[in-house]
């Protein structure tokens, strides 16, 4: 073999060497730029599909509270005027028109209107008292003849004739629902009411019943 073949063939040898190795480089290239795809694919987060939701209220309903008070409604008229005491129930902090004499807690209430004397005897005195808030109803009796004796300078215990009534005023009731805001109420549209329309001595009639004729004098009239 001459020299100018054997360089011919080491020049042959190197070249297929050469390809063999590069075609290795390209395998190895690919194989780390998968590698690296993969790699990028995994550590990618995967996108999250929102899903609209509706926002709760969270406001609590304020329950409304029925409040009870004493309140003193004065009127004019052609010849002078006159001023009384009335239940009147509001809510939500509203505030009754006129002048407001006592706020009620839970209980009894009780309404006391009197007369002394006659025309005969040289003119009617007149007098009232209204309580609430007592545990009990003879207590609320008692309560509102002390108090009418005290705003009527002690005319109440000798009155000659007497309109007294009572009932109960409950903390929660179906009651609270059916009566007129700010407004005077009767007090026959509260629970348990009674009574007693007399003349004193007391005497038991279709507008005294005898159960309320016995509270009137267990209260103090005779």
């Not at 609209?52 to 209220?57: A, D």
Request: charged fraction near 10%; hydrophobic fraction near 40%; proline fraction near 4%.
């Amino acid at each position: 073999m001459n020299t100018v073949t054997y360089r011919l063939l080491s020049l042959l040898k190197k070249t297929i060497q050469l390809h063999q190795l590069f075609r290795a480089s390209v395998v190895t290239v690919a194989w780390v730029l998968s590698a690296t795809a993969s790699l990028n694919a995994v550590a990618q987060p995967s996108s999250i599909q929102t899903v609209n939701t509706p926002s709760i209220s969270t406001t609590q309903s304020v329950q409304s509270v029925t409040v009870l008070s004493i309140v003193q409604v004065c009127t004019k008229m052609a010849r002078g005027g006159g001023c009384q005491l009335l239940f009147v129930p509001t809510q939500n902090e509203l505030t009754p028109a006129g002048n407001i004499h006592a706020t009620c807690a839970p209980g009894w209430l009780a309404y006391l209107s009197v007369e002394q004397g006659t025309v005969e005897q040289g003119g009617v005195n007149r007098g009232e008292a209204v309580v609430c808030g007592y545990a009990d109803a003879a207590s609320a009796l008692k309560a509102v003849i002390g108090a009418c004796n005290e705003q009527n300078l002690g005319m109440c215990s000798q009155a000659s004739r007497i309109d007294m009534q009572w009932a109960f005023w409950p903390e929660k009731s179906t009651l609270l629902a059916t009566l007129p805001l700010n407004q005077a109420v009767d007090m026959r549209s509260f629970e348990r009411f009674q009574i007693c329309q007399s003349t004193v001595p007391i005497v038991a009639s279709s507008t005294c019943s005898t159960q309320a004729s016995h509270a009137a004098r267990l209260a103090g009239f005779k």
